[in-house]
């Protein structure tokens, strides 16, 4: 592709965010049924990160997901992303429901502590969203501003410096993400810091698939997290903690996309052979850190810089540091105009 396609495959997302800036007014206005108390200035901001907590006690593993609960009390956190397979799911509405119930009552004491709980569904729980919507409703529901036939199931939020972006990547059949909405929201922002999640890694890692399955689509997908100075996606579905940097191949690794996969709530641990399979297009998939256990991601976001730690399970209801600690800083403060133009678009 030339440059100037790239360039012309762009401009969508620059007239959006001019768009914004001319009329000063989000194109995007975040609603949230759970509601936090905005951060204050100069304080750390720390959210845990960790998905596929589907198990045998009714659809969920309860001991690993309790023993996460009280983690995330106990780190502080003012919410937890859960990327997708909440539960073991069923084709059976009210098996399905019951399942989504024992989540969200094991989730409970995060709810009561006003701590954020922020799933997505993975291809274990979406075999009903009417299901979903029923369960995750009154003050369970999820921010409603997602688009049309994915509310509660695609939104996004802000806390104190942070825009958060949940991704449902099933409305459309497994592995696409709404990207004119998406374009929307990252057109509209003027938070310094955006944290993305989904189920489905978008570099293959353990299953083959995943976003990968749509790679011209996929690239679309990064391309656009890239250019809008995203640095982290969050994803679940392989049931390991995989940490991977995607090397755009400019020689400039700060400004590359880290993917971590954090599919560690409680389904049974994989290995991984250490190869990303797929279909990486012009990316290349450099790993940073890889485990087999249970365990989570904690974000810690203080002013510009943020640090991710994986906290690993080394005995009943302790969890440590358990080897990968990454730290970057936002180029800009909040309220800066985030235009992202870069000369040459990645990928084919």
């Known amino acids: ?40 200035g ?38 937890i992303l859960m990327p997708g397979d909440e539960v073991t799911g069923s ?16 989730m409970q004491p995060l709810y009561d502590a006003g701590i954020g709980v922020y799933p997505v569904r993975g291809n274990h729980d979406n075999s009903s969203k009417t299901v979903w919507d029923a369960v995750f409703s009154g003050a369970y529901a999820l921010p409603g501003n997602g688009p049309s036939g994915e509310k509660n199931v695609t939104y996004s939020f802000t806390y104190g410096n942070i825009l958060v972006i949940g991704l449902d990547e099933y409305a459309s059949g497994g592995g696409r993400v709404n990207q004119a909405w998406l374009n929307a929201q990252l057109a509209a ?16 890692v353990y299953h083959p ?8 689509e996929r690239n679309v997908f990064w391309n656009s997290l890239a250019a809008a100075g995203v640095r982290i996606y969050f994803a679940g579905h392989d049931h390991l903690f995989n940490h991977a940097r995607l090397d755009d191949g400019d020689g400039n690794s700060a400004d590359d996309v880290h993917q971590f996969v954090v599919g560690t709530a409680g389904a049974p641990p994989y290995t991984w052979d250490g190869t990303y399979g797929g279909n990486n297009g012009s990316w290349t998939p450099r790993r940073v850190y890889d485990e087999s256990n249970y365990g989570y991601a904690l974000v810690e976001v203080n002013g510009l810089k943020v640090t991710v730690t994986w906290k690993h399970r080394v005995s009943p209801g302790v969890y440590q ?10 180029p800009l403060p909040a309220g800066s105009s985030r235009i992202y133009l870069p000369l040459i678009q990645k990928g084919p």
């Open 209 to 216: 698939g995943g976003l990968t399955s749509y790679p011209a």
């Open 42 to 79: 100069g304080s750390i901001v720390r959210f845990v990160v960790a998905g596929d907590s589907r198990g045998d006690d009714n659809g969920i593993n309860s001991t690993i997901l309790s023993e996460i609960v009280q983690a995330t009390i106990t780190e502080g956190a003012k919410f």
């Open 91 to 106: 084709s059976t509405a009210s098996t399905f429901r019951s399942q989504l119930t024992t989540f969200r009552n094991t």
């Open 1 to 40: 592709m030339t440059s100037m396609r790239r360039l012309a495959a762009f401009l969508p997302l620059l007239a959006l965010r001019l768009t914004a800036l001319l009329v000063l007014v989000p194109l995007v206005v975040p609603i949230q049924a759970q509601t936090a108390p905005p951060a204050q």
């Open 321 to 330: 540091a358990g080897g990968d600690v990454f730290s970057y800083s936002s």
């Open 189 to 204: 922002n003027i938070q310094p810091h955006v944290f993305v999640f989904g189920h489905m890694p978008a570099f293959s």
